[in-house]
């Protein structure tokens, strides 16, 4: 990368004794300015070359935006070169996974504004990045609507020090030519190489160890490939090279394509020449029969073009895109006949006087005639309008596959933008897709090369961020500046896999039978689970327990117990004191094996384990809750009436009368050392080694 220059291109200035200073022609100041503003991507290419130079010698192999943060003299660039810094230095990710992760070497393929992404956010990990984009020009003239957490997303990254109009008032919106040459500009500052003109070919396993993965590129000018390019050696690539081609097939990756009913679309850029007449009107935003029929009625009865919907954006040019009806497309002469579904759209059939008629036609409509409508030229000639179907559309079975060659050097490959899932192109839902998959798949590498989680873990959390996209709408998506790149913080769905397997790592085992040598010792374990309808309830209890002054009113809870045992003798004997009521000097229940009675509860939404010996898996608690809910209200009665009486009979006994006839005596799991206890019949659960207990307590 330029970094050293000689010595005839790094003076400025020459002061010598006795003479004049030499004005500088080109400042740095100038040349700044000029690359901020400039507005092709080879010009500004050139220009950063041009700013390297004047930086220096870099001995200590800082970014480029390290460098100007210091010498920069243009207030624009200065301050994106701070927020970058700023940005490098998140606290989103783990200080030892990034040191893991510094100057890994990564690959991109396209050069489309989810590939740009992807490329910045490996930067700001530290990673070493070059991105290759078959075009040598971005000429792309579609405007985005973007979300608003998107546009809070580019502010970050300074996007809006380059393109200072960006996201004022409703301007929530952006040309793709327009994203892509800003994103490329802060991916140059980031140190990111890019490479124009070059076409990604296939990839070159390595057949020895000492050998990394490479890639099969060429210029599309036929000239020899850039060297650097040519030895590069990556651990992880990026693919976003815009549609889902065949030969990617030999990486791994397989798409699902989808057909719906014929829909034909029509786009067409006017040309803004921010006139006062431009500046009369103001961008419809999308727009669909279904909320504006009269509007639609109104197009179809003076301009004959019969729309489902129309979005008109007013950024570098006037931007239409509407959804014409196939019947009249054939009345207005635009399709020449009906084909069929397939070739309907094939050129030969299409009659390009009579689309521009209607696109124009469109258009006036939308400004109220308050605009010169004059078609923007494209780079090879010919006006910006074009008619295409989105009858189906197609997205990746999977996101990231991981490659092992001879060499047995595993290569992580990742999906982002078109190549993952082709966008639905209303209401901006396109270009957030692009970008959340661009994080998702940034951070599966960052697992993978900075984490060096197992591959197996790092594809199934890409596979969840896969799918938890569904979740993303423009209303549930804020404006929210912490969302960050780690899907944890943007998906429910993601979320609940991480917490589920974190809980899974963290809970010991438990085997349904004992072992050989726990049957030996004859031990006995012995769980308690109780639930309560709400915490509330529960706290009231305690604290009236405690007082002596009974339960708590309308409180209604089940307890299980839950008495998992092993074969021998000394099992059947503690067994049977317990049906006795048996008790300690204390007055508690007598346990002579490893199981421990705890008196703890749980939420109805949250049951847990009481005790921590060897927790319930969380089929046995799900097993219990399921008995619970089989109790008829016939059953439910009955156990009423029996408290009923027990208690009828236990204040007798209180009293004193003198009866010979004792209550029932029960265990109260609340107060393990109260000698009372009670045993009523179970539900079935299933299982053989399992005893459960069930007391319900209602105070109506």
């Known amino acids: 990368m330029a970094g050293t220059v000689t010595d005839e291109k790094k003076e400025d200035t020459v002061k010598e004794e006795g003479e004049e200073e ?3 022609p080109r400042p740095m100041r100038k040349i700044l300015k000029e690359f901020a503003d400039s507005d092709d991507a080879k010009e500004s290419q050139g220009l950063f070359a041009e700013i390297l130079e004047k930086v220096g010698e870099n001995p200590d192999n800082k970014k480029p935006y390290q460098l100007l943060a210091d010498q920069s003299d243009f207030p624009r660039v200065k301050t994106l070169c701070q927020i970058l810094d700023s940005k490098s230095n998140s606290s989103e990710y783990k200080k030892d996974a990034k040191i893991a992760i510094n100057d890994k070497k990564v690959l991109v393929v396209g050069g489309g504004p989810c590939g740009l992404r992807s490329a910045i956010q490996l930067a700001l990990l530290g990673m070493e990045v070059h991105v290759v984009e078959k075009r040598d020009s971005f000429t792309r003239n579609s405007v985005l609507q973007l979300w608003t957490f998107l546009v809070e997303d580019l502010k970050q990254i300074g996007f809006k020090e380059l393109l200072p109009k960006f996201g004022l008032g409703d301007r929530l919106h952006v040309s793709i030519r327009r994203l892509q040459l800003v994103l490329m500009k802060i991916a140059l500052l980031m140190g990111v190489t890019v490479h124009l003109g070059v076409e990604f070919l296939n990839l070159i396993v390595p057949k020895k160890k000492k050998v990394g993965w490479k890639a099969h590129c060429f210029n599309i000018d036929r000239t020899e490939i850039d060297r650097t390019l040519k030895d590069y050696e990556f651990e992880a690539l990026v693919i976003g090279s815009g549609r889902q081609k065949e030969d990617l097939g030999e990486l791994g990756f397989e798409w699902v394509n989808i057909k719906r009913k014929l829909a034909i679309a029509i786009a067409a850029n006017f040309k803004n020449k921010n006139s006062g007449k431009d500046l009369l009107v103001d961008s419809l935003g999308t727009q669909g029969v279904m909320n504006q029929l009269d509007v639609f009625k109104k197009i179809k ?14 950024d570098d040019t006037h931007y239409f895109v509407m959804t014409g009806k196939k019947d009249n497309l054939l009345e207005r002469g635009v399709l020449k006949e009906d084909t069929g579904k397939d070739v309907i759209l094939e050129q030969s059939n299409i009659d390009q006087e009579k689309l521009q008629e209607f696109a ?9 005639g308050k605009v010169d409508l004059e078609f923007y030229e494209r780079e090879k000639g010919g006006p910006d309008v074009d008619i295409f ?8 079975k999977e996101a990231a596959v991981v490659k092992v060659g001879k060499a047995k050097r595993p290569l992580l490959i990742v999906l982002v933008g078109d190549s993952l899932k082709q966008p639905f192109w209303p209401e901006g839902v396109g270009i957030a897709h692009g970008f959340f998959g661009a994080f998702d798949s940034v951070w599966a590498i960052y697992e993978f090369l900075g984490e060096k989680l197992p591959a197996a873990e790092v594809l199934e959390n890409r596979k969840v961020s896969y799918s938890s996209m569904k979740e993303l709408s423009k209303e549930s998506m804020l404006a929210v500046k912490e969302y960050g790149i780690d899907p944890y913080k943007r998906y429910g769905k993601y979320r609940y896999h991480k917490t589920s397997k974190e809980q899974e790592q963290n809970t010991p085992s438990t085997s349904k039978g004992n072992t050989k040598d726990e049957k030996k010792k004859g031990k006995t374990k012995e769980k308690t689970v109780q639930f309560a309808s709400d915490k509330k309830s529960k706290s009231k209890k305690e604290k009236k327990d405690k007082e002596g002054k009974g339960e708590s009113k309308g ?8 008495f998992f045992t092993g074969s021998g003798k000394k099992e059947k004997k503690e067994t049977k004191k317990r049906k006795n009521g048996e008790t300690d000097t204390d007055g508690s229940v007598q346990e002579k094996g490893d199981g421990e009675m705890l008196n703890k509860s749980a939420s109805a939404e949250d049951i847990r384990e009481v005790t921590s010996d060897e927790p319930l898996k969380r089929g046995r608690f799900h097993s219990l809750r399921r008995s619970f809910r089989k109790i008829s209200p016939k059953q439910r009665k009955k156990m009423k009436e029996e408290k009923k009486k027990e208690e009828e009979a236990k204040e007798v006994t209180d009293k004193g009368d003198g009866e010979d006839d004792k209550p029932t005596e029960r265990v109260k799991i609340e107060h393990p050392s109260s000698p009372e206890k009670e045993e009523h019949g179970s539900p079935d659960l299933n299982n053989d080694d399992v005893d459960v207990k069930v007391e319900v307590y209602d105070s109506s």
């Open 301 to 314: 009865d003076e301009k004959a073009a019969d729309l489902e919907n129309v979005v008109y954006l007013r």
């Open 389 to 396: 179907e989105f009858t189906s559309r197609s997205h990746a």
């Open 555 to 562: 409180s209604r809870f089940a307890q299980f117990t839950a």
């Open 22 to 24: 030499v004005e500088d």
């Open 360 to 368: 124009r036609d469109v258009a006036s409509f939308c400004t109220e």
